[in-house]
């Protein structure tokens, strides 16, 4: 794998050696004394001639005391002397871990670090780069399962590891439809980005996301809303409210904690009460689309939605929030064999699956693309990529050249 991530290992401390001292030799020694003492003021207090005989039979008792004192103490110091392992050499002791940020405004991440990525059908291998990002997991589960069924024509499982992020990519059939899925995990909220074509809002240019994504050295890329196509949601952008059309639209709020916050239809209408609540709530910026498939783990029905036309079939896009710092991208394609392409219903129905709490529907159709290793990896309709005005991304915060 080229590149090996310094990862914290996991385990039991071995307690130090004076801890163990104080337990088996000062306590034992301690408490030996105190009875000697006791003893003495027992046998010269006063005590008449007649109490001889109990006297005699005390120290009896006390010599056995001191006797087995001493046999354990020299048993203990014979342990400490000849356990080596009580104290991990110096060199073992891993040095303290730097946890990198990006700034808000940076233009782009750092450079992934071509050595960190991989290309495998192994499950032994996925295995591996999934114990060395437990680092990062901590106690969260993820969706991919390297002996998980894949996509038979394309089995191959992408992925990305450094100490600072942990992607996996691959494909998966449900109903008849291909799912390409990008699980994420990473160390720092700034490292959740959004870029707009040409850098900044409200600009007509448009890119192919292969573009955009080295543009911006993302590890893994996926297509947003396309903000520019359309005219309705809350659209927030580096915490400033840019547009208010909300009367029907589902907003999905992205906080600087990296957390989704949904905002429903009719809940806010004005710039005044949107940026209110983006001050409020910490809001770094919004996609505006929808409509919401997963709210706090529960499935949200819809019969009606004013885009992304839900009882059709189309090719269809998600983000999802599994846990915290920790996020899936989607699409649903059609890839021979397998041509079906589902409603909203039934792609979510599928994401729900997943595990997710919190899940929102991207623009569909041809914009419907995720990007990894500079590289289209999904089948977008058509069978092409087609231009488009955003992306969302994913960045390593390490440095180029840092340890």
Request: hydrophobic share 35%; with cysteine.
């Amino acid at each position: 794998m080229g590149y090996q991530p310094k990862f914290a290992p996991k385990g039991p401390k071995k307690p130090s050696v004076w801890f163990i001292l104080l337990g088996i030799l000062i306590v034992p020694l301690s408490l030996m004394l105190t009875g000697k003492l006791l003893l003495f003021f027992y046998n010269n207090a006063g005590h008449s001639k007649t109490d001889a005989p109990g006297r005699a039979q005390s120290i009896q008792v006390a010599q056995k005391v001191d006797d087995h004192v001493a046999q354990r103490l020299a048993g203990a110091r014979a342990a400490i002397s000849s356990d080596e392992d009580l104290q991990a050499p110096p060199e073992t002791i891993p040095p303290p871990r730097v946890i990198y940020t990006i700034e808000e405004t940076a233009p782009a991440g750092p450079k992934p670090n071509p050595d960190c990525y991989g290309e495998t059908t192994d499950p032994a291998v996925l295995e591996e780069v999934l114990e060395k990002a437990k680092y990062l997991l901590g106690e969260q589960t993820m969706y991919f399962d390297p002996n998980r069924t894949r996509f038979e024509e394309d089995p191959a499982v992408r992925y990305y590891l450094d100490d600072s992020i942990l992607a996996v990519t691959w494909k998966e059939v449900h109903d008849e439809s291909v799912y390409t899925f990008s699980e994420i995990k990473v160390a720092h909220p700034s490292q959740f980005r959004r870029h707009l074509a040409g850098g900044v809002y409200g600009g007509d240019i448009q890119y192919l996301p292969t573009e955009m994504a080295p543009s911006v050295n993302a590890v893994v890329a996926s297509s947003g809303d396309f903000y520019r196509f359309r005219d309705f949601g809350v659209v927030v952008y580096e915490g400033k409210v840019r547009k208010v059309n909300g009367t029907y639209a589902e907003t999905c709020m992205i906080d600087r904690s990296g957390n989704l916050q949904f905002v429903y239809p009719g809940q806010i209408t004005t710039t005044e009460a949107a940026q209110q609540y983006a001050d409020e709530n910490d809001i770094w910026f919004s996609l505006a689309f929808g409509p919401i498939l997963v709210d706090n783990g529960q499935p949200v029905d819809h019969d009606w939605y004013g885009v992304g036309e839900i009882n059709d079939t189309y090719a269809r896009a998600a983000l999802c929030q599994m846990d915290e710092l920790h996020y899936l991208v989607a699409t649903a394609n059609t890839e021979s064999p397998h041509f079906k392409i589902p409603t909203v219903e039934m792609f979510r129905n599928n994401i729900q699956a997943t595990g997710c709490k919190m899940a929102y529907c991207l623009d569909g159709g041809q914009t419907a693309t995720i990007v990894m290793m500079d590289q289209l990896v999904n089948r977008p309709v058509y069978g092409q990529q087609r231009k488009m005005s955003d992306i969302l991304y994913f960045a390593t915060a390490i440095p180029e050249g840092a340890e």
